[in-house]
């Protein structure tokens, strides 16, 4: 499993942009990637709930 952790807004161009530099980080480590990439993605604690996005 390999993972790549960012913050601020989600966007369809932020979510590309961080899967090709996963993508690129394995290449150079000489690894292949076993399946497709995956979004995984949590609002803070902190966040009130009628604001929590991913529930």
Sequence with gaps: MAVRTYSGRWTEQQYQAQT???LEALRVDGLEP???????????PSCLGFFDATK
């Design 34 to 44: 076993a399946g497709k990439p995956i979004l995984a993605r949590y609002d803070p």
């Design 20 to 22: 090709e530099a996963l």
